[in-house]
């Protein structure tokens, strides 16, 4: 709403770069601000802002998918359309694999549509709780609100319950106001920097020629791109958490320098000298370990979920399910056998994953994934016996309340217990180093410190 004038007429519209937009809005736009709202603007004081731009795009933005992704139940398609579309299905099922794929699809389909059923029901009843609670909660309340003690407290809790809502209105108002403003200012930005966009990249050679150079010269695939960007955001973690316990991230162990040497013969994209100015080698931070060993983690549930699948599958292919349920819970001797041995051979499967991961590879994939690698104290790959050590410090770290793996975070090596009873040790291997945003603030942090150090010692 501006002022356009002398008088106090009030004219729908927003001034944008000194262009007028949507002056003329259809009466059942819902863009369109109704009478009752009023907004004083003044194009010298004030102009539209980069948050109000984004703001604008949000709603555009939001608008656009919920208009996509609206399905209107009244709308049903006529039974012809459905019955054309069951028997086209029917006529492409062998062209696609044939009917046991199109049960398989279709089986999946329905699976999916009833989980969805079921999570609106949920909602449904949880509504119904919350109201019963609700409810129940003010025929307690209500007796104690109504007696003679709380008499003096009505009228200024109703007072505060009108003032809170006349806020909320003016909110609401002003919400509806800076919400067209920002429409408009997202539009026109948006238009203006898709014509520019296109104009420049179709008449400038030289752009041309950047974006010819920059497609020739992509070496590296967008997944390799974002786990990099990750790894040094867990870096940034580590040097946050690290710098909070007063401790210093980049303690090196002695044989570095042998273990930067070998890590450039191992991996000839990397260079001994852009590894010595980097966090190569050092001692890894305890954000960047606990991420690797929950990717682990998460590994090893897939994999146990899958071969449980499997087993169930198989079972139920021959129709052995209930038989072998029955069987497990008959509680007989040769049945606990079959537990123990069932819980056997998930320990084993864990334990194989980790030994074998140290001691071949000296690294899980959590840990191939972060960067990181686990040695001796030679820098090299830890023996089958020590990487058996280390899987029972693990169990013995999380038996006393994980107290094993805090351990790390005052350890002046970063060992935890597991590293102890194992002999080990976990370093960057990469050419770690932080995110530039979180050494930027670093550094302007300790320039800050510094003057107000020199302030301090001028005054005394």
Known sequence: ???????????????????????????????????????????????????????????????????????????????????????????????????????????????????????????GRLATFSDGAAQAAGRIISPVWNSFLFAPFHEPAMRAEQAGMEKVNEWIQRGRVEEVRSRALAEVSINNLVEESVTEITSNTQVQTIIQEVIASQSTSMAVEIIEEARERLIS??????????????????????????????????????????????????????????????????????????????????????????????????ATIAVIAIASFNFLLLSAYFIFSWDWVGATFGDMLFGLRVVNRNGETISFFRAILRLIGYYVSAFVLFLGFIWALFDRRRQGWQDKLGGSFVLYDWPAHPEERFLHSQVMAEIEEDNNNNNNNNNN
Do not use: C
Request: charged share 20%.
């Open 1 to 123: 709403m501006i002022n356009d004038g002398e008088e106090d007429e009030v004219v729908e519209g927003v001034i944008v770069n000194g262009t007028w937009i949507n002056p003329n809005v259809a009466a059942d736009d819902p863009r369109r601000l109704p009478q009752t709202v009023q907004y004083n603007y003044v194009q010298s004081q004030e102009r539209p802002s980069f948050m109000r731009m984004i703001f604008g795009s949000v709603v555009i933005f939001t608008e656009e998918v919920t208009e996509r992704a609206r399905i209107s139940e009244e709308e049903n398609p006529p039974i012809e359309m459905i019955e054309a579309a069951v028997h086209q299905a029917i006529s492409q099922e062998q062209s696609i694999g044939g009917r046991p794929f199109a049960d398989l699809r279709y089986g999946t389909i329905g699976f999916i549509s009833g989980l969805m059923d079921n999570a609106q029901g949920g909602a």
């Open 237 to 334: 973690l580590d040097m946050l958490v690290m710098g909070k316990l007063g401790r210093d991230l980049d303690p090196a162990p002695d044989f570095r320098n042998r273990y930067l040497t070998a890590l450039a013969e191992r991996r000839s994209r990397y260079q001994y000298r852009n590894l010595t100015v980097s966090l190569a080698g050092t001692y890894a931070g305890p954000i960047t370990r606990l991420a690797a060993f929950l990717v682990d983690v998460v590994i090893l549930i897939i994999v146990l979920a899958v071969i449980s699948t499997f087993v169930s599958s198989t079972l139920n292919l021959f129709g052995l399910t209930a038989q072998v349920r029955n069987f497990l819970d008959s509680g007989t001797t040769l």
